[in-house]
């Protein structure tokens, strides 16, 4: 499945309202899963950005739980481990 609103739609229990949906993220068509890593990948870099400050804290919840929504996409894909490493690879290079 490549749409993200869809495949977001179709989680149990269904995304937090405090979520912003849509997501910034394109509307492009593609993988929900590398759309979610690199949104998570985003979320990440603001909190970094902003370490001490509370809104921060915000974003990292929001890495979070892009990221749980990722690794969720990832175990249900054909090559999971593979799925999941590439998630690793990308959010492991974080500078800060």
């Not at 921060?56 to 929504?69: H, S």
């Not at 175990?75 to 799925?83: F, G, Q, R």
Request: aromatic fraction near 4%; proline fraction near 10%; charged fraction near 25%.
């Amino acid at each position: 499945m490549s749409d993200l609103p869809d495949w977001l739609a179709g989680r149990t229990p269904r995304p937090p309202d405090a979520l912003p949906l849509p997501l910034p993220i394109p509307a492009s068509a593609g993988d929900p899963g590398e759309l979610l890593t690199g949104a998570a990948a985003a979320a990440l870099d603001r909190a970094l950005a902003g370490q001490g400050e509370r809104g921060g804290a915000y974003d990292l919840l929001a890495a979070d739980g892009l990221l749980t929504y990722a690794c969720e996409h990832a175990v249900a894909a054909a090559d999971p481990e593979a799925d999941l490493l590439r998630i690793l690879a990308r959010i492991g290079r974080r500078e800060g």
